[in-house]
């Protein structure tokens, strides 16, 4: 069974638009755990536009799934991260003007700085993943920083306009995986995913553990709640891959 990891990010997005208590990702949190999630995923941004420092110490404490804490590799967001000691750390780039993280992060020319915050985190017991887009070179890359893993950007698969175009992104992806998992990385995969679109990436995409999934599942609970927007993606992820 794919793991299913929920990120809350949106619900502060929410939240900040108007600098309240409500909705609060905590909650959004606990009903995605009683949907099936299986962990929680949230991102603490250097500006601090949605997710703040008290969610993820609250998130850290109140939740019983394992907490993957997605940050970018500088000095306060890692020692925030040792601190917290989540279940896992995710190293993202982030740019000041970008709506969402709009590529993966380019391991190849920060591989000695990425190698140190590695070894900063995982002395302390959490794994260490990177999310990178399909490219060999980086993959190679993520092995040599020993990352735990990589999360694989499937944004510009899940963007793509037509048929063409996507299985063009599944070719990079499959390929990707492979070469991951025999460099002896474990291979996650998130950005843009729906039940819309995951069904290629489930049957196409070979050695995926964990999906990381947020928008799709937060826009769906606006219409049907949390707890059973969550509910609606894992039963699609198992019906997939009984196929």
Known sequence: MIKLFVNVDHV?????????????PLEAALLAEKGGAYGITAHLREDRRHVQDYDIKRLKELISSPLNLEIAAVDEMI???IDTKPFQVSIVPEKRQEITTEGGLNVLEQEDHLLNVGQRVKEKGILFSLFIDPDLVQVEASKRVRADSIELN????????NTDEKNQHITLLEKAAIQAHECGLRVFAGHGL????????????PWIEEFNIGHH???????VGMEQ?????VHCIK???KK
Do not use: C, F, W
């Open 229 to 233: 927007s969550v509910k609606d993606m």
């Open 79 to 81: 020692k925030i991260s």
């Open 217 to 223: 599942i937060v826009s769906r609970s606006i219409y």
């Open 239 to 241: 019906t997939e891959l």
């Open 154 to 161: 499937t944004g510009p698969y899940s963007a793509a306009s």
């Open 194 to 205: 729906t039940q819309e679109n995951i069904s290629t990436i489930i049957h196409k995409v």
């Open 12 to 24: 502060a997005t929410v939240r900040e638009a108007r600098q309240t208590y409500e909705p609060d």
